[in-house]
């Protein structure tokens, strides 16, 4: 099973990138081209997923964008890593918990590499460390094809969250790679798409 790794060194808008990602899911589908790890990062953007509750908008000046994603209301912005995912999981377990399990293992190897002691938490999905969210998950799946991602914390502003409740949660518990060991990330997107395979392979 071949999946491509894209790695967009610019900026992609939100709404770009979902246009490319679905137009992916349908070809794989189809059986039309390759599975897709995707690493990438979005100007400042507000995303809600199907369980958005309008009451999570602090600042009304803000503008949401919903998606078909799973989840609530969450934040995109420079210094965040953006990984989107185009699994076929018809050639894998169909099990939606092992993949979104296989995801959290990827993150924790991750943040490991850097000395972060993080943890997976069942009742809130996402990564954790010291109390605070440092990657956030949201997925959607059709025909067994999972799809949307998962976002990394690295160096971003973490005040654009006081403008929701992120993932429902108190918007100050938040954290970054950069706000825990003050470490700044150079040439590590490959690393870290070889850590999602090897897990992603073994479901």
């Known amino acids: 099973m071949n999946i491509e790794v894209k790695i967009s060194k610019n900026p992609i808008t939100y709404k770009?990138?979902?246009?490319?990602?679905n137009k992916r899911?349908?070809?794989v589908k189809l059986g039309k081209n390759n599975?897709?790890?995707?690493?990438?990062?979005?100007?400042t953007t507000y995303s809600a997923g199907v369980s958005f509750n309008k009451k999570d908008v602090l600042n009304k000046n803000?503008?949401?964008?919903?998606?078909n994603r799973g989840g609530k209301i969450t934040l995109h912005n420079k210094g965040q890593k953006i990984i989107?995912?185009?699994?076929?999981?018809n050639n894998r377990k169909k099990d939606i918990r092992k993949f979104i399990s296989a995801l959290e293992n990827s993150i924790l190897q991750f943040l490991n590499i850097y000395k972060?002691?993080?943890?997976?938490?069942?009742?809130?999905?996402?990564?954790?460390?010291?109390?605070?969210?440092i990657a956030a998950i949201g997925l959607r799946v059709s025909r067994w094809i999972a799809f949307h991602g998962c976002s990394i914390n690295i160096k971003n502003n973490l005040k654009q969250y006081l403008n929701?409740?992120?993932?429902?949660?108190?918007?100050?518990?938040?954290?970054?790679?950069y706000n825990e060991k003050k470490i700044r990330l150079?040439?590590?997107?490959?690393?870290i798409a070889n850590i999602f395979i090897k897990n992603i392979d073994k479901i």
């Open 164 to 177: 929701i409740v992120p993932c429902g949660l108190n918007n100050e518990l938040v954290t970054s790679i």
């Open 35 to 43: 599975e897709l790890i995707w690493l990438l990062e979005h100007p």
């Open 62 to 67: 803000i503008k949401v964008i919903k998606t």
């Open 186 to 191: 150079r040439n590590y997107e490959r690393k």
């Open 16 to 21: 770009k990138a979902m246009l490319l990602m």
């Open 84 to 89: 989107y995912f185009v699994i076929n999981l």
């Open 25 to 27: 899911v349908e070809e």
């Open 116 to 133: 972060i002691k993080a943890k997976s938490d069942k009742k809130n999905i996402g990564i954790w460390v010291k109390g605070k969210k």
